[in-house]
């Protein structure tokens, strides 16, 4: 059974902000969470909804922290 890659909006995803800086959120490579690189959080995403709560969100550590300017 393989993994299937949330279905989000891509004009929903544009407009989420980090819940804690109202900063934008990114899209994780494997496309399994939503980043918020100012609060070094990834917020997991569970049957095609992004959980944006403190409890589920993990810590980034420091190689996954990126300047989020820099692409």
């Given amino acids: 059974m393989t993994k299937q890659s949330p279905k989000l909006d891509p004009?929903?995803?544009?407009?989420?902000?980090?819940?804690?800086?109202?900063t934008r959120l990114e899209w994780s490579k494997d496309k399994s969470e939503l980043i918020?690189?100012?609060?070094?959080?990834?917020f997991p995403i569970r049957n095609n909804v992004p959980l944006l709560i403190l409890d589920e969100a993990r810590q980034l550590n420091d190689e996954e922290?990126?300047?989020?300017?820099?692409k």
């Fill in 65 to 70: 922290q990126r300047n989020p300017n820099q």
């Fill in 11 to 22: 004009k929903m995803l544009e407009m989420m902000v980090c819940p804690f800086t109202k």
């Fill in 36 to 42: 918020s690189y100012a609060a070094r959080l990834a």
